[in-house]
């Protein structure tokens, strides 16, 4: 239902999204996980065509077999309210505080789908409970500041469903929130993708939540997906060398505290931080920060290699492995 | 065995919710109640728990920023809401604090050496202060010359490090971090954890940390108290814990932290 191939987003500084590739379908739960300044929220709104003024925009973007690179704002309008829906990391910023939660969750239907005040009100209430908001008629009636955070992130989900959408994209939605309410905000937009045959690209860079969401993953870095397959396995087994240093500094609570000589163990990181825009390499954009770096990796862009019919990873080092 | 850096036994901490009648007294909420721990010299003590479940609280407890409503806190066996409050000031080089949001103790107008020898200040200490600041930067792991920059020209994970240096300035024996790595991405909250362990060793710091993230705490702390609505619902060594936690509620966070199970 939604295709990118070779799809970039340049600025002046450089390119924050390069040569992407991505085919989501149906009911696909694809998680994006990547440092902050990967690229991912670029991504997002990429597939929103919310790309940032000041963008060139080249490659192709189809949404229903229709390349939309070329459309206008009206024509995108239309996908986003009915096809392609978004919720955001900070659920208050996103919400009129002057406004009843229920009034904006309504709107969209009444715009979009010319629905009545009391056909939209219905649509509410039931979208409220399928969102797990407990007394929804009297939630409806609230403004954004009487709810808690993960209540308002509720909201924001039903308010993405209101046109049920084929796609709905969520960037960061539970970085603001408590990490058991994280859980149950993730596990309900599971439960949606999975009800409603809805597809869900989960942007992240918890990867614990990642791991229990999503049945295929895309890590990025600088602008460039590293490295692509089902979630599981490239948790498992990464092959791309950014993939498995961002794995290694995740602590591991089963993992002992102290080495055999009673000192503390450090936790494995990644050497510096991702450069801005200007200052990442023309090659492999990890270069630099790479633990098994070699000369060529700064100035050639790697291809990316399929390993199976589901996995690819773009790292000079796996040339010699491609079969 | 030698007196804890710091004792807290008893800690309770009574907020007043808004009134729903004229007539009657406002309800009381128990952010903290009953609540009890020690930190040795050198040794990290977790607090673990979700949103709302006092450890903010607890901090500010500690740092006698907020007095207990029963309760009392010992540092170096003073107890410090007992002190006049020219001693505690005095004693306040003593204890430090590190936040989520480094943006929050660094003024965004002054290079961050002026903040960073904030405390300095407040103690009256003005000789040496940039030598200080100096050393605070490079046990943090930056550059001296870092101290004539702006805030904004810093990334996420070295305005921390400048919050830490900060912390560190006025050679503290506890440092009490709130949330200090949450906000940073996996691969830079690893760095600063492991500047905290570097610190700890090289300084022999106490350490009060808290986090949300049991992972995250697992991995530095020594030992552990989890706190659920107010209440101190269990403690013990940290790998004790990890291994077998007693309580359904500690299960869960784990299950929110896990990716390697
Ligand atoms: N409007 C813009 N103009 C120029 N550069 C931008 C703009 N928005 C984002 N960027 C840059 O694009 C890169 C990717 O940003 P972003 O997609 O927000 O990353 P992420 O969501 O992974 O943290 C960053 O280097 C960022 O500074
Ligand atoms: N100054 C305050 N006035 C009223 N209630 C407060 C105040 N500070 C905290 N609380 C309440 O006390 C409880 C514990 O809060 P807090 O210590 O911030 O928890 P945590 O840091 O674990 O998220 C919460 O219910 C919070 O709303
Ligand atoms: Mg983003
Ligand atoms: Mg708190």
Redesign the interface.
């Given at each position: 239902m939604l295709e990118l191939t070779d799809y970039s987003v340049n600025f002046s500084a450089g390119a924050a999204l390069r040569q992407a590739n991505l085919t989501i379908k149906p009911g696909d739960r694809l998680g994006i996980v990547g440092?902050?300044g990967s690229g991912k929220t670029m991504l997002a709104l990429s597939l929103m065509g919310m790309a940032p003024d000041g963008a060139t925009l080249s490659g192709a973007l189809c949404v229903d077999g229709i390349d939309m690179t070329q459309r206008n704002e009206i024509e995108w309008q239309n996908i986003r309210a009915r096809r392609v829906a978004m919720i955001f990391q900070e659920p208050m910023a996103a919400l009129n505080p002057l406004r009843r939660v229920g009034d904006t969750v309504m709107e969209p239907m009444r715009v979009h789908e010319g629905l009545s005040h009391d056909q939209a009100q219905a649509r509410a209430l039931s979208l409220f409970e399928e969102v797990g908001i407990p007394d929804p008629a009297a939630r409806l009636r609230q403004f954004p500041h009487e709810l808690s955070g993960g209540q308002r992130q509720r909201v924001l989900i039903a308010l993405a469903l209101a046109c049920n959408p084929a796609l709905l994209i969520a960037d960061e939605p539970t970085t603001a929130l408590?990490?058991?309410?994280?859980?149950l905000i993730t596990d309900l937009l599971v439960r949606l993708s999975q009800e409603r045959q809805m597809a869900l690209v989960f942007i992240t860079?918890d990867?614990?939540a990642v791991?229990r969401a999503t049945q295929d993953i895309v890590v990025m870095y600088g602008g460039d997906m590293v490295e692509y397959g089902p979630t599981a396995e490239v948790?498992k087994t990464p092959h791309h060398p950014y993939t498995k240093?961002?794995?290694d500094?995740?602590?591991?609570?089963?993992?002992?505290?102290h080495d055999a000589n009673g000192k503390?163990r450090?936790?494995?990181?990644?050497p510096g931080?991702v450069p801005q825009l200007q200052d990442l390499p023309q090659g492999c954009r990890f270069a630099g920060r790479c633990p098994v770096e070699v000369p060529q990796c700064a100035a050639q862009k790697p291809a990316t290699q399929s390993f199976a019919v589901n996995r690819s990873s773009a790292c000079h080092l796996n040339e010699g492995a491609k079969r | 065995m030698s007196v804890p850096l710091l004792t807290a036994t008893g800690l309770t901490r009574h907020y007043a919710l808004p009134r729903t009648s004229l007539l009657r007294p406002a309800p009381l909420l128990t952010a903290v109640d009953n609540t009890s721990f020690t930190i040795n010299a050198g040794e990290t003590l977790g607090v673990v728990g979700?949103?709302?479940s006092g450890k903010s609280t607890l901090a500010r407890m500690v740092m006698a920023f907020e007095t207990p409503d029963a309760g009392e806190v010992l540092f170096q066996g003073q107890n410090i809401h007992a002190l006049p409050a020219p001693e505690l000031r005095k004693l306040r080089q003593q204890f430090q604090m590190v936040f989520q949001d480094p943006y929050g103790s660094l003024n965004p107008r002054r290079p961050v050496g002026w903040s960073i020898a904030e405390p300095l200040r407040a103690i009256g200490e003005d000789e040496n202060t940039n030598r200080r600041v100096k050393e605070a930067l490079e046990q943090v792991g930056l550059h001296a010359d870092a101290a004539d920059k702006y805030p904004h020209e810093f990334?996420?994970?070295?305005r921390q490090r400048i919050a830490i240096a900060r912390a560190i300035v006025t050679r503290p024996a506890l440092l009490v971090a709130d949330e200090a790595v949450s906000a940073l991405?996996?691969?830079?909250?690893?760095?600063i954890?492991?500047l905290l362990?570097?610190l700890q060793?090289d300084l022999g710091l106490g350490i009060l940390f808290i986090s949300?993230?049991?992972?995250?705490v697992?991995?530095?702390c020594d030992t552990l108290l989890v706190m659920q609505h107010g209440k101190p619902l269990e403690a013990g060594r940290?790998?004790d814990i990890?291994r077998n936690p007693a309580h359904a509620y500690t299960q869960?966070?784990?299950?929110?932290?896990?990716?390697?199970?």
């Amino acid at each position: 239902m939604l295709e990118l191939t070779d799809y970039s987003v340049n600025f002046s500084a450089g390119a924050a999204l390069r040569q992407a590739n991505l085919t989501i379908k149906p009911g696909d739960r694809l998680g994006i996980v990547g440092e902050s300044g990967s690229g991912k929220t670029m991504l997002a709104l990429s597939l929103m065509g919310m790309a940032p003024d000041g963008a060139t925009l080249s490659g192709a973007l189809c949404v229903d077999g229709i390349d939309m690179t070329q459309r206008n704002e009206i024509e995108w309008q239309n996908i986003r309210a009915r096809r392609v829906a978004m919720i955001f990391q900070e659920p208050m910023a996103a919400l009129n505080p002057l406004r009843r939660v229920g009034d904006t969750v309504m709107e969209p239907m009444r715009v979009h789908e010319g629905l009545s005040h009391d056909q939209a009100q219905a649509r509410a209430l039931s979208l409220f409970e399928e969102v797990g908001i407990p007394d929804p008629a009297a939630r409806l009636r609230q403004f954004p500041h009487e709810l808690s955070g993960g209540q308002r992130q509720r909201v924001l989900i039903a308010l993405a469903l209101a046109c049920n959408p084929a796609l709905l994209i969520a960037d960061e939605p539970t970085t603001a929130l408590d990490a058991n309410v994280a859980v149950l905000i993730t596990d309900l937009l599971v439960r949606l993708s999975q009800e409603r045959q809805m597809a869900l690209v989960f942007i992240t860079h918890d990867i614990a939540a990642v791991a229990r969401a999503t049945q295929d993953i895309v890590v990025m870095y600088g602008g460039d997906m590293v490295e692509y397959g089902p979630t599981a396995e490239v948790l498992k087994t990464p092959h791309h060398p950014y993939t498995k240093g961002l794995l290694d500094a995740l602590p591991d609570p089963s993992r002992t505290t102290h080495d055999a000589n009673g000192k503390r163990r450090r936790l494995p990181t990644i050497p510096g931080t991702v450069p801005q825009l200007q200052d990442l390499p023309q090659g492999c954009r990890f270069a630099g920060r790479c633990p098994v770096e070699v000369p060529q990796c700064a100035a050639q862009k790697p291809a990316t290699q399929s390993f199976a019919v589901n996995r690819s990873s773009a790292c000079h080092l796996n040339e010699g492995a491609k079969r | 065995m030698s007196v804890p850096l710091l004792t807290a036994t008893g800690l309770t901490r009574h907020y007043a919710l808004p009134r729903t009648s004229l007539l009657r007294p406002a309800p009381l909420l128990t952010a903290v109640d009953n609540t009890s721990f020690t930190i040795n010299a050198g040794e990290t003590l977790g607090v673990v728990g979700e949103s709302g479940s006092g450890k903010s609280t607890l901090a500010r407890m500690v740092m006698a920023f907020e007095t207990p409503d029963a309760g009392e806190v010992l540092f170096q066996g003073q107890n410090i809401h007992a002190l006049p409050a020219p001693e505690l000031r005095k004693l306040r080089q003593q204890f430090q604090m590190v936040f989520q949001d480094p943006y929050g103790s660094l003024n965004p107008r002054r290079p961050v050496g002026w903040s960073i020898a904030e405390p300095l200040r407040a103690i009256g200490e003005d000789e040496n202060t940039n030598r200080r600041v100096k050393e605070a930067l490079e046990q943090v792991g930056l550059h001296a010359d870092a101290a004539d920059k702006y805030p904004h020209e810093f990334s996420g994970g070295q305005r921390q490090r400048i919050a830490i240096a900060r912390a560190i300035v006025t050679r503290p024996a506890l440092l009490v971090a709130d949330e200090a790595v949450s906000a940073l991405d996996v691969s830079v909250q690893a760095q600063i954890l492991n500047l905290l362990m570097d610190l700890q060793d090289d300084l022999g710091l106490g350490i009060l940390f808290i986090s949300h993230d049991l992972a995250v705490v697992g991995a530095i702390c020594d030992t552990l108290l989890v706190m659920q609505h107010g209440k101190p619902l269990e403690a013990g060594r940290t790998a004790d814990i990890l291994r077998n936690p007693a309580h359904a509620y500690t299960q869960s966070l784990l299950t929110a932290a896990g990716v390697h199970t």
